[in-house]
């Protein structure tokens, strides 16, 4: 896809969730361990908990579990019993469940200080709008693509309704690349960490521990995904 088209339909997505996952909400109590999240780009119930984790300024190991692929789809049958996403596992309180609305209500009860604000509600219209953010993206990220397993996570520097972000997340979904997702959400308290590590302000931000890379810019960091992973 053309660059600009590319950008263009990635804000699409932005635009369809009227900016949910821009900025950090109401962030509670902070979890010792990392969470995971076992999710798909391309999901619209993925989305939303994507968008509560920027929302609650939490981070988390992401599992991608495109269609097709088998490395963590097949993780998420033996722990819950069944090929659904996202699932959520929490190793702080030994939870892990499914069904969106369940894992957000959690998400605020255990990490926030309020109710979920109204674009991440139980209810039609949500999870109507959260896939109309993926019809614009005609479902890119969302299958598997055959890639080497990385040694160790990668990790990705992101909030989740910037449309740069999205289209590196789609790169690291269809490959399958587990990376630990660090949200820096307009008013994170944590950009300032992030500013001194990186240098700038700006997301996408990925590093790969497994080669010593560390980059900005969407476009450069598919190029590269795709050069030292896919097969
Ligand atoms: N009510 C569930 C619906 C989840 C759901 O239907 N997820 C789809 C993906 S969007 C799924 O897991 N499909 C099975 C698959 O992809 O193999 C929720 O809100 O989490």
Same mark, same amino acid.
């Given at each position: 896809?053309? #660059?600009?088209?590319?950008?263009?339909?990635?804000?699409?997505?932005?635009?369809?969730?009227?900016?949910?996952?821009?900025?950090?909400?109401? @962030?509670?109590? #902070?979890? &010792?361990?990392?969470? &995971?999240?076992?999710?798909?780009?391309?999901?619209? !119930?993925?989305?939303? =908990?994507?968008?509560?984790?920027?929302?609650?300024?939490?981070?988390?190991?992401?599992?991608?579990?495109?269609?097709?692929? /088998?490395?963590?789809?097949?993780?998420?049958? /033996?722990?819950?019993?069944?090929? &659904?996403?996202?699932?959520?596992?929490?190793?702080?309180?030994?939870?892990?469940?499914?069904?969106?609305?369940?894992?957000?209500?959690?998400?605020? &009860?255990? !990490?926030?200080?309020?109710?979920?604000?109204?674009?991440?509600?139980?209810?039609?219209?949500?999870?109507?709008?959260?896939?109309?953010?993926? =019809?614009?993206?005609?479902?890119?990220?969302?299958?598997?693509? @055959?890639?080497?397993?990385?040694?160790?996570?990668?990790?990705?520097?992101?909030?989740?309704? /910037? @449309?740069?972000? #999205?289209?590196? #997340?789609?790169?690291?979904?269809?490959?399958?690349?587990?990376?630990?997702?660090?949200?820096?959400?307009?008013?994170?308290?944590?950009?300032?960490?992030?500013?001194?590590?990186?240098?700038?302000?700006?997301? @996408? !931000?990925?590093?790969?521990?497994?080669?010593?890379?560390?980059?900005?810019?969407?476009?450069?960091?598919?190029?590269?995904?795709?050069?030292? !992973?896919?097969?």
């Amino acid at each position: 896809m053309i #660059r600009a088209l590319d950008v263009a339909t990635s804000l699409g997505a932005t635009l369809a969730r009227l900016g949910s996952g821009v900025s950090v909400g109401s @962030p509670g109590r #902070r979890p &010792q361990q990392e969470l &995971q999240v076992y999710e798909f780009e391309g999901c619209p !119930y993925c989305r939303k =908990v994507r968008e509560a984790l920027t929302v609650l300024d939490l981070d988390a190991l992401v599992l991608p579990c495109p269609k097709g692929g /088998s490395r963590y789809r097949d993780e998420v049958v /033996s722990r819950g019993g069944k090929a &659904q996403f996202p699932y959520l596992v929490d190793p702080n309180t030994g939870k892990e469940m499914y069904e969106s609305d369940e894992i957000v209500a959690y998400l605020f &009860q255990e !990490y926030g200080t309020g109710a979920p604000p109204a674009l991440l509600r139980r209810g039609p219209l949500n999870d109507v709008t959260a896939g109309l953010a993926s =019809v614009w993206r005609f479902s890119r990220g969302a299958r598997y693509r @055959p890639a080497r397993a990385p040694e160790q996570p990668l990790e990705l520097y992101s909030f989740e309704s /910037s @449309p740069f972000c #999205r289209i590196a #997340r789609e790169a690291l979904c269809s490959l399958e690349l587990p990376y630990h997702l660090h949200n820096v959400g307009k008013g994170s308290p944590r950009r300032a960490a992030f500013t001194e590590r990186s240098g700038r302000m700006m997301v @996408p !931000y990925l590093v790969d521990p497994n080669t010593g890379t560390a980059m900005f810019e969407s476009a450069d960091i598919v190029r590269y995904l795709e050069k030292t !992973y896919a097969r």
